[in-house]
């Protein structure tokens, strides 16, 4: 796995990217500039979860890196905040294939998948946390990531490292 380096504030940028649209990602990233603090806190809806954001964008222990996961990767959720889709804690990506492949996902989420999948861009990337670069859990973009998987490529992902997170909840 190619690891580059970047900036915790690059992967703030991503995340408000995917929250707020991706039409026109110039456009998106000239609004993003122009926000204040406490509005990009609440376009990337992490507003009520300042400890979170705090550990994720302020804390200097964590290293980002920009690289690609296989889509062999079998991503866990282990972040209570971390959105509706990926909300039940414990669930793996591989039980959202399943889901999926059975028609027993909801319309919703399946529609948002099957968007993706029309069109696999590289951006927004998935942003996905690690501790040993062994399991990985998404912190947001799980609807992204499960594309890719069903597509069979790589996803290009923003990976945070650190030795613990207390935004894990098991």
């Not at 993003?32 to 400890?51: H, T």
Request: proline letters at 2%; one cysteine or more; glycine letters at 6%.
């Amino acid at each position: 796995m190619k690891l580059k380096k970047v900036s915790a504030s690059e992967v703030f940028r991503e995340l408000l990217l995917g929250q707020m649209g991706t039409k026109s990602i110039k456009s998106v990233l000239d609004r993003i500039e122009k926000m204040s603090k406490d509005e990009k806190l609440e376009a990337a809806r992490i507003k009520k979860f300042p400890a979170t954001y705090k550990e994720l964008f302020e804390d200097k222990d964590i290293k980002w890196f920009k690289t690609e996961l296989s889509s062999e990767t079998d991503f866990i959720n282990k972040i209570f905040d971390s959105g509706g889709f990926m909300q039940p804690l414990g669930i793996k990506h591989s039980d959202f294939v399943k889901q999926y492949n059975s028609g027993k996902m909801g319309f919703n989420h399946k529609k948002s998948i099957d968007k993706v999948r029309k069109n696999l861009f590289e951006r927004p990337r998935v942003i996905v946390l690690t501790t040993d670069m062994k399991e990985f859990v998404i912190y947001d973009g799980g609807h992204r990531a499960l594309a890719f998987i069903l597509e069979g490529k790589n996803i290009p992902v923003y990976l945070g490292k650190k030795s613990s997170f207390k935004c894990f909840k098991i």
